[in-house]
């Protein structure tokens, strides 16, 4: 008989689909674990006529789904999913288990992982398999200032949140097939202690700097506001969003809309241009994010030139001048 | 009456300290401590229901001994006992043991306890894990990110955004709410509130074999995670520094990231040098 194969489990948060869709990262990223344990990709539904959920998982990279489908299950309630999945990892054993860390998933990941008496991570930017095949967890403490390295070396199994756009989806592909396991609802199932009385959609948050993979953040260093205006040009360019420092913000050279810190917005773009700024640590805290940092700044001392992956000892608006041309040229060519 | 409980925990005040570097754990001794923002927040909601319908608060905290200055800051608040539960063997619990300690303090020195009130999150380790976990321990229904509540009978109702919905839940009791942060202003220290913290503060302090706990699951001994490693986010970045004119700047960013910025863009950047 064949050892049953180790699987990596992604719960599947769907509320919100469109906006959020950090289960299908977790998915792409849980592929990419997988090989490196010889592991299978599974994931877990549960609600009311779950069918769309079940195909789109399976269409970004789930091999085989649990799949609890009950109209009680309508509404999210954290004590029945906690129940039904405390059940559920304990018949099957998972390696891991990996839940998005959205509002739901922070309430629900530590009553389950409190009932299987095992270790969790909360809200991670980082997931790796390290030299004894144990899961990594990159966690942010101290306001983003630091990254703790986390392992759960003896329990099981190993849990971590993960903070939506922490990892880049894969593209689906509706010709793949996967295993769908019905789990039956549980007859004994108690009263729910928490009843939802009322339940709406909260008017639309713009999230367009939150979500945007280029970001421009200008700060006090520009000067003035005609000079910081220069930055709308280049985001306008590169397709990106402007962000600004509080100073900047003050100075009316942006909306308070485009706050980035600790009074306004995190985000978390694949590139991140920072003109005249100094890099204060309430300013630093949400943009930890960012995959590639340029700063710009003509003290090559400020803390944010020591954070950058380019630091650029320049006059901010003569450089973003020059940049825009440089991007103009070639994007013609 | 209501018999209402509030997890308080002490944080330090700055937001950069210095780690050490074989445990990964925050010298948080170097640095003054203060009330973690969310717990003054759950503070607050058990003094609005005590002030609207009566009961009695508890303030509870495990920390070092110095700790004990939170609790006597939400005595002068108007909360009306402490428990201090410090233990040497307490220190580096991650939040699993953390609920366990206080679930059993709870039980032991709360017995017949209403409501539990934390915050959603500290500020020094952020996991917003420890509300949940100790609802799990106390076996008791909890809900998080609360902004507005208000009980009634034997129910709590309550409003939280989560997930971009505005939820209105209803909770039996005894029950747990971890609660948002930044959601009251502020309250001044009412007059006899400080007397009432320092002349006569009822104030237990309690270690582990107090509480009646299993020292093998408490601490770091008894935690399930373990840190491997604490870096700086920056570490490890090349942090190649670029001087000059600004146009020979953007050439030479150009010759050696042109990749990198180009994925980042999602576009071709390489530019055909001869027909240029
Ligand atoms: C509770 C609290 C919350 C806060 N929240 C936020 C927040 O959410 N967001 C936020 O941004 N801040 C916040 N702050 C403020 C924060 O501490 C900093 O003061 C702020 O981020 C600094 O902005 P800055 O970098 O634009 O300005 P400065 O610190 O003044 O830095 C300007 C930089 O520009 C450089 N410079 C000057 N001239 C030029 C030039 N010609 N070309 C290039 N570089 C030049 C300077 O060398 C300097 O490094 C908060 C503070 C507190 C206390
Ligand atoms: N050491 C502690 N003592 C008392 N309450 C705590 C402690 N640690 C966490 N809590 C409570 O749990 C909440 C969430 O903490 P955390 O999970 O660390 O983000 C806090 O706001 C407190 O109400």
Not at chain 1, 73 to 87: D, I, N, P, Q
Request: glycine letters at 8%.
């Amino acid at each position: 008989m064949t050892a049953k194969r180790r699987q990596i489990w992604v719960f599947g948060d769907y509320r919100n689909y469109f906006q959020n869709r950090v289960t299908l990262q977790l998915l792409s990223r849980a592929t990419d674990l997988a090989r490196k344990i010889d592991a299978e990709v599974c994931a877990v539904v549960f609600g009311d006529k779950v069918d769309e959920w079940v195909g789109e998982y399976i269409a970004h990279g789930a091999e085989k789904i649990y799949r609890t489908d009950h109209p009680r299950l309508a509404a999210y309630g954290v004590e029945t999913y906690t129940l039904l999945m405390e059940r559920l990892v304990k018949r099957e054993k998972p390696e891991i288990v990996l839940v998005g860390a959205t509002a739901f998933g922070r309430e629900f990941a530590p009553r389950l992982a409190k009932r299987l008496v095992t270790g969790l991570t909360a809200d991670c930017i980082g997931l790796d398999i390290n030299g004894e095949g144990l899961l990594v967890q990159m966690a942010p403490s101290f306001g983003g200032n630091l990254v703790a390295e986390i392992v759960t070396p003896e329990r099981r199994p190993q849990m971590a949140t993960v903070r939506p756009g922490t990892f880049q989806e894969i593209p689906h592909d509706y010709a793949r097939t996967g295993e769908v396991v019905d789990v039956p609802m549980p007859r004994d199932l108690p009263a729910d202690r928490v009843r939802l009385v009322q339940s709406e959609r909260c008017p639309q948050r713009d999230q367009k700097l939150e979500d945007a993979k280029v970001v421009v953040c200008g700060g006090r260093g520009l000067g003035s506001k005609k000079k910081f205006a220069k930055l709308f040009e280049l985001a306008e360019l590169l397709g990106g969003e402007v962000g600004a420092t509080r100073p900047a913000v003050y100075a009316d050279w942006a909306d308070h809309n485009a706050l980035v810190g600790q009074a306004g917005k995190q985000i978390r773009p694949q590139i991140l241009f920072c003109f005249g700024i100094s890099g204060a640590i309430q300013f630093t805290a949400a943009c930890n994010g960012a995959k590639f940092v340029i700063a710009v700044n003509k003290n090559p001392n400020a803390a944010m030139m020591k954070r950058a992956d380019v630091a650029i000892v320049a006059d901010a608006s003569q450089f973003c001048a020059a940049l825009i041309q440089e991007f103009k040229k070639r994007f013609r060519s | 009456m209501l018999k209402l409980v509030v997890c308080i925990k002490q944080v330090p005040m700055v937001s950069e300290l210095p780690w050490d570097p074989k445990t990964g754990n925050l010298q948080r001794d170097l640095a003054e401590g203060m009330m973690n923002p969310a717990c003054r927040s759950a503070l607050d909601a058990a003094l609005r229901i005590k002030e609207a319908v009566g009961g009695e608060i508890t303030a509870i905290t495990m920390g070092p001994p110095m700790a004990e200055e939170v609790l006597r800051e939400a005595i002068a608040l108007g909360a009306d006992r402490g428990v201090l539960l410090t233990d040497r063997k307490m220190a580096g619990a991650d939040t699993s043991v953390t609920s366990h300690v206080l679930a059993r303090a709870i039980e032991k020195n709360c017995p017949g306890f209403d409501l539990v009130l934390c915050g959603l999150a500290t500020s020094d380790s952020e996991t917003a894990q420890v509300g949940p976990q100790l609802a799990e321990e106390l076996d008791i229904p909890g809900v998080t990110y609360v902004d507005e509540l208000e009980i009634r009978d034997r129910t709590v109702r309550m409003q939280r955004i989560a997930d971009y919905f505005l939820e209105t839940l209803e909770m039996d009791l005894p029950g747990l709410v971890t609660v948002m942060a930044g959601r009251h202003a502020p309250r001044y220290v009412p007059l006899g509130g400080l007397q009432a913290a320092f002349a006569e503060a009822d104030i237990v302090s309690l270690d582990a074999a107090a509480i009646g706990i299993d020292p093998e699951r408490i601490g770091a001994k008894g935690s399930a995670t373990k840190i491997l490693n604490v870096f700086s986010p920056t570490e490890g970045k090349e942090n190649i520094v670029l001087t000059g004119a600004p146009k020979r700047i953007v050439e030479q960013l150009f010759e050696r990231f042109d990749d990198r910025i180009g994925s980042a863009l999602g576009r071709d950047l390489k530019t055909d040098k001869r027909s240029s």
